[in-house]
């Protein structure tokens, strides 16, 4: 086992909490001039998820870091359709502007993720590992036929989705796919087809070399170089970060990040209360991280706290997902989402929407410090979502809820 080089630098728990909601894009002056575009090659990944409550998931991440920017500004600003297939197959005509590049695609990164299209040769690792495999999730009897058909389709059609490529499923469980939908999934994700638009929360699929720039395509780059990038962007958008943290923001073994992390420009520090080594964004050290912290609710799939022992780690803060917990066993509700402010996360809420009101399910506070940065960020979210009242049933504490209501008001 390799030990690491002693660092150089030592951090208290508070430079690191504070490196890392700089890195993260909450704190400082928000970057409105390059928007949700900026947001997403800053953090390098934004995870998608079905579950929509205030809003998406994708959505609440630009929103957490750039305010109420609209939801369609939002979309828009990640997806760019892709040229049809007779735009494909008519001759350029003079003065005609060029198709427009595609600015994201989706692949699976810490999840199923929205990433920035200079990131696709990195994930090549990724694709060849799942081309050796054979399959990922759903073996199939007659792959080349099914998979042919998907081609044939494409080529002819252009971008598609599923249902237009016949139907999702066979009619049983979730699981249950259709034939065309386990071959354009397995397309997808060995690098064949290329998701870069969602319609109507669909993805939309179109072969890879229509859609991606020529210059990012080709898988060149082999499997080392790719985790070394990855670890370096890790990195950045941590600001500091523990093996552990660093393997899981892209899904790395531990082992990958182990044999990459000399070469990839992040250096050691020792950061106070950390048990692990960690390392830092040289970057991010050579200024003192300060400006104006957020108030705001994150999403629990935000890239600020989908790392739950990171979470705890420098915030103190323990924190899931209770979504898919029996709603008996729910401690802090459906969809509990974490308060960030001062650079803390003071609390957690549970929201819903009925009509034009928010309605707060169950929230928490840690202490009265935290009744008034609840009460913006809730009025600020029900704006957001076009609602003109907020609604409070639960709170833990009967003296905390009654002053959130005062504050509300």
Known sequence: MTIPPRPETSLSADE????????????????????????????????????SVLARSHELVPYARLGAVGRTTVDSAYWAAPPTADALSTPDAAGSPPPPAPHSFEYWSHAACILPIEEWPLFAFRRRALRARGYRWHPMEDSERSCSAVRDRLKADGPLTTTELGGGK?????????????????????GEVVCTERRGWKRVYELAERAIPDPLLHDDLDDAECTRRLVAQAGAAMGV???????????LKADQVSAVIEGSGLVPVEVEGWSKP???????LASE?????????????DSLVWDRPRTLRIFDFTHRLEAYVPKPKRVHG???MPLLSGGRLLGRVDPAREGT????????????KAVRPMAQALREAAGWVDCDTVRVERCDDPVLAADLVTALA
């Open 16 to 51: 690191a909490r504070r490196l890392a909601l700089r890195a993260q894009g909450l704190m400082g002056v928000p970057d409105r001039k390059s928007g949700v575009r900026g947001v997403l090659r800053q953090l390098g990944a934004v995870q998608l998820d079905t579950i």
């Open 170 to 190: 066979n009619g049983g469980e979730w699981w249950d796919w259709s034939e065309a939908k386990i071959a354009v999934e397995w397309m997808l994700d060995t």
């Open 241 to 251: 970060a523990t093996r552990a943290d660093l393997a899981d923001y892209h899904r």
């Open 278 to 284: 960690a390392w830092a964004d040289p970057a991010a």
């Open 289 to 301: 991280p300060s400006g104006r912290h957020r108030t705001t609710l994150l999403s629990p799939f």
């Open 334 to 336: 459906y969809f509990a």
């Open 357 to 368: 009101t928010l309605v707060v399910r169950q929230v928490s506070m840690r202490g009265p």
